[in-house]
């Protein structure tokens, strides 16, 4: 616009100065002179508004304009060229135009595209040119340069670019979608019979880009019957336009093995077919991935087949479409019988009322627990039902699972969980009542002992001594049936013949129940051998003789009968603390008063008695459960009212010789000795009494209320051959830790354990512990001295 400007300027001055030195003609007027001004005036106007046109034009285009000086150099750049550049217009004047766009040529005077433009005055397009921002970024952009003349001659260049970022990022976005989806396009002219492909099916071809590929040559990567269908798919689109969806077998360049999905496609002018297009997609990966889906789901279907829990498959329609075995046996209806019906039609009227407004709420898309009862295959039982909706990929409900938990094992085990856990709070406080009692109980019958010899010579003495030891002996039994009950206490098992055992017993038994009842004992010819405490066993049988006796007060008869039985699973199935197999069975039959069905249901709980106060503890039939589970079987109760009742007691099976033992019932004389014993109780009065009674069977006996006071003793000069200790003692140190520290001092020492109540883990770490190294409180002065002499004397015996 300023060189015009120049330009009119100049041409007034020379008319103006023509006219001065006369050298226009004369005949031109001064009317003519302003004619010519005025032209010019209308052409400079013209000019001047199609330059500001054409100003507005650039400086509102969307495209970066600069121009360039014949070196390069920034003269003018429009606000779009500032805005992609990064910088305010004013700064971009005298800057090189190759700090601010890299056209990607190396920089040579014969290669610079501006200067090549400007020598030539060729217009020159190109893509692929990086855009230099002010902040170091880089955007791609496709340009444009056009020279610039004045009157002939080369004054510059003007550089044009437009930013092709977001075309580029959308080329590479498809290249990138086609690489990950490993699909490719391509097209086919009918009427050339050219092919093109796409970088990508090149790729799933394993063949090089540009790679000269012709209709023939593809098809030959294909398996031969896969050919046919792709001519068969061509021949459709070419012919009639039709459309094929084929899924086919090829192998690559490099030999690989494929499933390709392709599209085939026609473009149609006319009514004739003038392009084929398409896509060819690797989809090995998921013709694989489906192969391994219907394996899987044949698994899975064979795993819900096996598992025992009822599975139900209802879709949105309401028909039952899936079930699985086990909820074939929980209807007891074959599959065929509710698949494909409505699930109005598969349940009873009353069932599907009960349910209808819980599948209401499972088909909003809830997850549904309910827990129901009925009868299913005969038995009642009690469920839980999960209704589970299956969620399609847009929050619709597709249907839903039936999911059925049994519960009536649950139910059961739970309750014997509860009883269990009773019996381990009242075991936790039985145990330390009993310890203590214990300690007082062997107080009473040692000096009641010691008091029977000095006044065997007075029998009104003696009687009265010979009843409180009754007493005693009755506070012991109490103590251990609490222990029997609780399972605290420590069980010496053998390997026993019960027939053996019994008819030791039986006249105990008789004398025990009395003469109005009969005793018959049934014994079964070759018992099995079983495993359990003889003593525990016994006193087992004289509990329920003697609430058989009860259960008859006119008299009766008492049957005790044992057997071999093998045991079934569904038998075992009710008692889940055993396992089928091999049992020794002792049953104890009265035909007494029987049980009504309330009391049969408590009769193995603890403290449960029907008997008035004081004539019964309730832990009869509690000992027996406890004592049979200890021993890893279980015990039954059978009654009828006015029939009687049958306690049976199930003993596993024991392959192993009967032990040698001595009988439990017996009394023995009380041997002494001379050696030294020190005694370690902290109960000063069972203390005394303990010293007292070994002082009197000969033995030299030394005493120590505690842990720390025995290492004292141990750790002098006197001799001592047995450490007698109790096992639960105060003061940090208990008896199996003071053996061992009695052993590192003394080598040689015996040592022999007592307690009236210690847990198995406590005795537990003791190496080569026997039950003949632990004596229970109460003991008789009796069991002691005979206890103590068997320790001694065993090294001897060994030897």
């Known amino acids: 616009m300023n060189s015009l400007q120049g330009l009119l300027g100049g041409n007034l001055v020379s008319l103006a100065v023509g006219v001065a030195l006369g050298l226009v003609p004369a005949i031109i007027s001064l009317a003519l002179l302003g004619k010519l001004r005025s032209r010019l005036r209308r052409r400079h106007a013209q000019l001047t508004a199609a330059n500001r046109r054409n100003q507005s034009i650039v400086e509102g285009s969307g495209e970066g304009v600069l121009e360039l000086d014949n070196v390069g150099h ?21 800057l090189d135009y190759r700090v601010l766009i890299n056209t990607q040529e190396d920089g040579d005077s014969r290669t610079d595209p501006v200067r090549r433009v400007r020598y030539t005055t060729d217009i020159m397009r190109g893509v692929g040119a990086l855009l230099r921002r002010k902040n170091g970024t880089f955007r791609p952009v496709e340009y444009k340069i056009l020279p610039v ?9 003007v550089l044009v670019f437009r930013d092709i970022g977001e075309r580029v990022r959308l080329d590479n976005l498809l290249k990138d979608m ?9 097209e086919y002219d009918v009427t050339s019979k050219q092919l093109h492909w796409t970088e990508a099916l090149y790729a799933i071809h394993d063949l090089p880009v540009g790679h000269l590929i012709d209709v023939e040559a593809h098809r030959a990567f294909f398996h031969p019957e896969d050919r046919l269908k792709m001519q068969s798919a061509e021949r459709m689109a070419i012919d009639a336009g039709l459309p094929s969806d084929l899924l086919l077998r090829m192998t690559s360049a490099r030999g690989r093995q494929l499933w390709v999905r392709s599209i085939v496609k026609a473009e149609r002018r006319g009514g004739n077919t003038v392009r084929l297009h398409g896509t060819i997609q690797d989809v090995t990966d998921l013709v694989s991935a489906e192969r391994k889906l219907r394996e899987t789901r044949d698994f899975f279907e064979l795993t819900l087949n096996a598992v025992p829990t009822p599975v139900t498959y209802v879709n949105s329609s309401m028909i039952v479409t899936y079930v699985n075995k086990a909820l074939e046996e929980w209807v007891a209806q074959p599959a065929d019988a509710v698949l494909g019906r409505p699930l109005r039609d598969s349940i009873s009227e009353e069932q599907f009322a009960e349910v209808e407004p819980l599948i209401r709420k499972v088909m909003a898309g809830e997850f549904v627990r309910v827990t129901q009862s009925g009868v299913r295959n005969g038995r009642h039982r009690e469920w839980q039902n999960h209704f589970v909706p299956q969620m399609g990929p847009n929050g619709e409900v597709l249907g839903f699972f039936s999911i059925v938990y049994d519960l009536t094992e649950q139910k059961r085990l739970e309750g014997r969980l509860m009883q269990a856990q009773k019996m381990e709070a009242i075991g936790q406080l039985t145990g330390g009542i009993a310890h203590d009692f214990n300690n007082l109980l062997g107080v009473v019958i040692g000096n009641l002992q010691l008091l029977d010899r000095s006044v065997a010579e007075t029998p009104t003495l003696a009687r009265k001594v010979h009843t409180a030891m009754r007493a005693a002996a009755r506070g012991a039994d109490l103590t251990r049936r609490l222990l029997a009950f609780a399972r605290r206490q420590i069980l010496e098992p053998a390997v026993l013949d019960l027939n053996r055992q019994l008819s030791g017993l039986s006249e105990l038994v008789q004398r025990t129940i009395g003469e109005s009842i009969e005793v018959r004992m049934i014994q079964a010819h070759d018992l099995w051998h079983t495993s359990a405490d003889p003593g525990q066993f016994e006193n087992a049988i004289l509990n329920l003789a003697i609430n058989a006796r009860d259960a008859m007060p006119q008299g009766g008869r008492l049957t005790v009968r044992t057997q071999n039985v093998t045991l079934d699973a569904k038998f075992c199935a009710e008692y889940p603390s055993i396992e089928p197999g091999d049992f020794v069975a ?18 193995f709980e603890p403290f449960f008695t029907t008997k008035e106060s004081g004539k019964g503890s309730g832990l009869g039939l509690a000992m027996v459960h406890s004592f049979a589970e200890q021993a890893g079987g279980i015990a039954t109760i059978e009654s009828t009212v006015g029939v009687g009742t049958t306690v049976t007691i199930f ?72 450490l007698f200790t109790d096992v ?16 590192e001092l003394r080598p040689d020492i015996d040592v022999l354990f007592t307690t009236g109540y210690a847990d198995n883990a406590v005795l537990a770490g003791t190496a080569g512990l026997t039950s003949s190294d632990v004596i229970h409180k109460p003991y008789r002065n009796e069991d002691l001295a005979m206890r103590i002499r068997h320790v001694l004397d065993r090294e001897a015996r060994v030897a």
């Open 74 to 94: 920034v003269r003018y750049a429009n606000p779009a060229a500032a805005k992609m550049l990064g910088y305010e217009p004013e700064e971009l004047a005298g």
């Open 149 to 157: 003349t004045e009157e002939g001659a080369s004054v510059g260049t």
């Open 178 to 186: 086609q690489a990950t989806a490993k699909i490719g396009g391509w």
């Open 586 to 603: 002792i049953s104890v039959n009265d035909n007494g008063v029987g049980m009504e069905a309330e009391v049969l249901k408590r009769g």
């Open 651 to 722: 003993l596993p099976r024991s392959q192993e010789e009967q032990s040698a033992r001595e009988d439990t019932i017996v009394t023995r004389a009380a041997p002494g000795g001379t050696e030294t014993i020190l005694v370690v109780e902290d109960d000063a009065d069972l203390r005394d009494t303990v010293v007292t009674a070994l002082t009197q069977l000969g033995y030299r006996a030394l005493a120590a209320a505690n842990g720390a006071a025995a290492v004292r003793i141990l750790s002098g000069p006197e001799r001592i051959d047995l």
């Open 728 to 743: 639960m003692m105060p003061g940090g140190m208990l008896g199996p830790a003071l053996a061992k520290r009695a052993r």
